[in-house]
Structure formats: C-alpha cells, structure tokens
C-alpha cells in the first residue's frame, strides 16, 4: 500500500524547484537583510542581525531553500552566506545521529562564508556557487581534506596531489566543502551499513532505522536531513541512485560512454573500482539544483524543458516485475499522472537485458581494481600503501568477499572477452532499443524495494519482498540500476512518492548517450508535475 500523493500534505509543488517566493516573504518580511541575517558592520549590529533571523526565518524555510535559492540570496545582499553556513552547521548537529560525515571542518566553512559577505559588501561581483555548502563523498580527493573511502587502511591518507578536477570546478565557482561524506566501505557496497565503528553506518532520514542506501549514503542523507543543498558523489552500479531513491533525493549519473571524449565528468582524483563504469555525480534537492552544478562542471548551458505532451518514454516489463507492493503503487501513481499530462508510454519489453549485464558487470567490478586502485594511489602521492594492504583490513564482510575475488583476479580470463565483445553488444542492444522505439527516456522504478532496516541489513545478505522467497539484497537492489551503468548510459532518478510506512520511492530516467541535458530538462518537467517530497523537520 502507498500513500495517496496530496500536495498539500506530502509534496511540495514547485515548478522551478525554487522555495517559493510568497513564502519566504512570509518569515523575511520583505526580503531585508537583517531578517535573512546579513553581517553588519558592527558587532551589536551582527548580533541584532542574528537575532532577526531567529525570530523571521525559521530553521525549516533555511533548510528548504534550494541552492539557485541561496546563491541568488547570497549574491543580492538578501541572505549572509556567514549566517547561512551557521545555519547548516546547527543543521549538522541537529541531524549528527544519522552519521552523515566522515569528517567536518564547519570553523573554515564559516571563514570562507564571511570571506564571501566581505567580497559582496565590497561590491565584487561572485561566482555563480559563491558561498553555497557542498559535502564530498570520502573516495573524493579534496585539498587539504582526508580521502578514506570509509576503510581503517585509508583513514589517515591525506593524497598529497591530484584533488579531483570537478572539485576544483565547484570550489572556483564559489562553493565551499563542509565535509565528506559517509560512505559504504571502499564504495563495494548498497546498503551503506559499516561493521567498523569506523566509519560507521548512515542512516536514513526519514526513518534512522532504516538504511541509506549506498555507496554514497552520506551525501544523500545530508541533503535529505537538509543540512547541505548538493552534494558530491560517486557510482559504478548504483551508488548515488540507489540512496538518492531511498532517502527522496534527486540523483544524477552522468553519461560515462566509452570513456575518455565519451564521459561527461572527469574521474581524476577518485578512488576507483572500475574505471569503465565508475563516474563521479550529483545529488540534490531537486533537478533545478542538478542543472546548477552540472553547468559549472561541464561548461555547458542547460536545454530547454520539454512539455510532457507527446514525450515516449519505455516501460520494459522488465523493469517493473518482482517489486514491492509499495514501490509498484507508488509508480502506478506516477504512470497514471503523466498519462493525464500526455505522455506516451511504450510497453516493448528488453528481454536480453539482465543476461547480457550478467556478462559484464562483475567482470568490470572485480578486475579493473588491481590496476585502477594502485594506479590513484600512486597519483595521490601515497607511500606504503597497497592492495593487500588495504584488503588486510576490510572490515565489512561483503566487501572482503568481494576484494577476494579482485585479488585472486577472478575475472582476469573473461575481461578481453567482456570489453571487446559483450559491453559493446550491451551498449548495442540499448542503441537499438532506443531508435527502433523512438523513445525519449526509458522509466521504471530506481529500486525494486525502498529502505529495508540497519538490522536486517546487519544480519543476513538476503531479504524478501512482499513475503516471497529470500532474494539477495544487493542484485535486488542494483537489479535496476546496474544495466545502465554497465552501458555507460546517463539515469537520473526523482521522488516518485512515499509508502504508506513513509518511505521515499524513486523513478529512475535512463537516457541515451550523451543526452545527459535533454534528459534532466525532461526530468524538470516531470518533477514540476510531480512535485517534491515533504521537507524534514
């Protein structure tokens, strides 16, 4: 059973994903700078300003602003970015159960935030992300910060070179790092529960019994739990979907192709798995935000927004079978709406979909490590530090069984086989699929089940959906997702609704190569029509 979608009470409708104007004149009177608490020259000044703050603009309108929402506020004097990143460091601890981050570093946040209200007072004019917080997941290479990949091996690597291309993009448009981001050990996992205290399991917001989802539980909790407005992560079969579906984010995997000229985002500077599926990505609190980031990592400017009215979009029967009675209701819901607003839905099944991911997937994911791993760390400037190394230390049972078959090279046999013959007959098959249909995306739910429980998770690999015969809980979840992945394709996945337990449910739109913009335009559509879920408290 879900719940019926009602505006009112589950969803915010915004169609530019923007917290509504009306409302924010509501706490900030009409839009004065102390009311938004925008530093004043003097100490008893700031203090009033604060204040204000306190008393006209509640926590929850802070938190729901979108970023477009605090760059723009940010740039015209209405909002202090000193007083917003305190905001999200109150939000932060607020929300510190769900074990959001790896590490925190909010005393230079709010250095550079008041570095940002002193350029604007001075009236320089700022970059497009000036003063916006933005966690990074912990597999990320930032200057100056820690990357663990959330395993004891790497917890005090500090890389001494190469800080990933695409943060240096978001810091040089302004934005500032507040953390990084929790994460499943070594990014070799779904469901984002840790057996090392260390760095520990994230847990969903909407229900902290639950998990996040994974690998970048972490960034996706932060922007749920309303702390940061985007985050930073990455995805080799699922790991910014499968939590931005989980948690009622938005989340974008980008198209990754061929590689090289064919990838959207650069993967310098990211501890890999596999080079040929991984590629770094967006979370955010709506696709709007997505378009923001995105502009500035590749340059480019966003496509127009399409009306629903005639857009084809797939089904493959595929994608819809085995799925909690949930989720199915919940994404009925969400056929019948776009139905009413004139989409086409194109019923074609892809009946050779899962065989042919099967003889590539897990080829990719256990031998491209032995050479991609050493390789980032030789980048990185790290010294003593090795395969077995690291595989010493795994904590997490699955992720060890994994690195097992890495070391033993497992795959090694069959690789020439996959790259040459079955990934090229996989990423054909979706080719064909696309034109022989003409379709405009391919729809079905992101995850065949939403969270299952920490405990579950902690105690057995498997899990049941709706009663029926134990099935593995990682092919569960990545059953979606990985395909995609496993092709190159770009996914961006959207809150399609809650359960009637409350849980998010996610839709997932997977485009064809290169379409990555077309296809967050159509997401824009689709998310005004659908609206947002509720914020959290």
Not at 113 to 142: C, F, H, M, T, W
Not at 188 to 205: C, E, K, L, M, Y
Request: some cysteine; proline content about 7%.
């Amino acid at each position: 059973m879900t719940e019926t979608t009602n505006p009112r009470q589950d969803v915010e409708t915004n169609m530019d994903c923007l917290r509504t104007r009306r409302q924010i004149l509501k706490y900030g009177g009409a839009l004065t700078l102390p009311a938004f608490g925008v530093a004043a020259p003097s100490q008893a000044q700031t203090k009033k300003a604060k204040g204000e703050r306190s008393m006209n603009t509640p926590t929850a309108v802070l938190s729901g602003l979108s970023a477009s929402d605090v760059v723009t506020l940010i740039a015209s004097g209405k909002l202090s970015a000193q007083a917003y990143m305190e905001h999200a460091r109150e939000r932060a601890a607020a929300q510190s159960a769900l074990n959001c981050f790896i590490a925190e570093d909010w005393s230079a946040a709010i250095d550079a935030a008041k570095r940002v209200d002193r350029r604007r007072q001075a009236g320089a004019s700022l970059a497009p992300l000036e003063g916006l917080p933005i966690s990074v997941k912990d597999n990320i290479n930032v200057s100056g910060w820690g990357t663990s990949g959330g395993t004891r091996a790497l917890k005090a690597f500090r890389p001494q070179e190469g800080e990933s291309p695409l943060v240096a993009r978001l810091r040089a448009a302004g934005a500032i790092v507040v953390a990084k981001t929790n994460m499943h050990e070594l990014a070799f996992g779904i469901t984002n529960v840790n057996s090392d205290p260390f760095p520990g399991t994230a847990r969903n917001p909407y229900d902290p019994s639950k998990i996040t989802g994974g690998s970048s539980g972490g960034a996706a909790a932060s922007v749920a739990g309303g702390i940061v407005p985007c985050a930073l992560g990455t995805d080799t079969s699922g790991s910014i979907r499968i939590p931005a579906s989980l948690c009622g984010v938005v989340g974008f995997r980008p198209t990754v192709g061929n590689g090289a000229s064919n990838r959207r985002y650069d993967s310098t500077g990211i501890l890999p798995i596999s080079p040929t599926k991984d590629t770094a990505g967006l979370m955010a609190g709506c696709v709007a935000d997505v378009v923001l980031l995105d502009a500035v990592l590749t340059g480019s400017g966003p496509s127009a927004r399409p009306a629903l009215r005639g857009v084809r979009l797939a089904v493959p029967p595929c994608l819809w079978a085995d799925l909690d009675d949930g989720v199915r209701s919940t994404m009925e819901a969400v056929q019948r709406k776009l139905s009413e607003a004139g989409v086409v839905f194109v019923g074609a099944d892809m009946p050779q979909l899962f065989e042919l991911n099967e003889q590539v997937s897990a080829a990719l994911a256990l031998h491209e490590p032995i050479a991609a791993v050493p390789r980032y760390l030789m980048e990185s400037g790290a010294e003593g530090i090795t395969l077995a190394s690291i595989a010493a230390q795994i904590a997490n049972p699955d992720v060890a069984g994994a690195w097992k078959a890495v070391l033993s090279d497992a795959f090694g046999s069959a690789y020439p086989d996959v790259m040459a013959i079955h990934r090229p007959r996989l990423q054909a098959y979706y080719r064909d699929y696309f034109v022989q249909h003409r379709v405009d995306a391919i729809l079905f739910p992101a995850t065949p089940v939403p969270a299952i429980s920490i405990a579950s998770a902690q105690t057995s690999q498997d899990m049941s959906i709706n009663g029926a015969k134990p099935v593995p809980i990682f092919n569960t979840y990545v059953r979606h997702t990985d395909p995609g992945a496993s092709a190159g394709l770009p996914g961006l996945v959207l809150p399609a609704g809650r359960t009637a337990e409350g849980l998010p449910v996610g839709l997932e739109l997977d485009g064809i190569y290169g379409d990555d913009a077309r296809l967050l335009a159509l997401g824009e559509t689709i998310e005004s029509l659908l609206g947002r879920l509720p914020r959290l408290a």
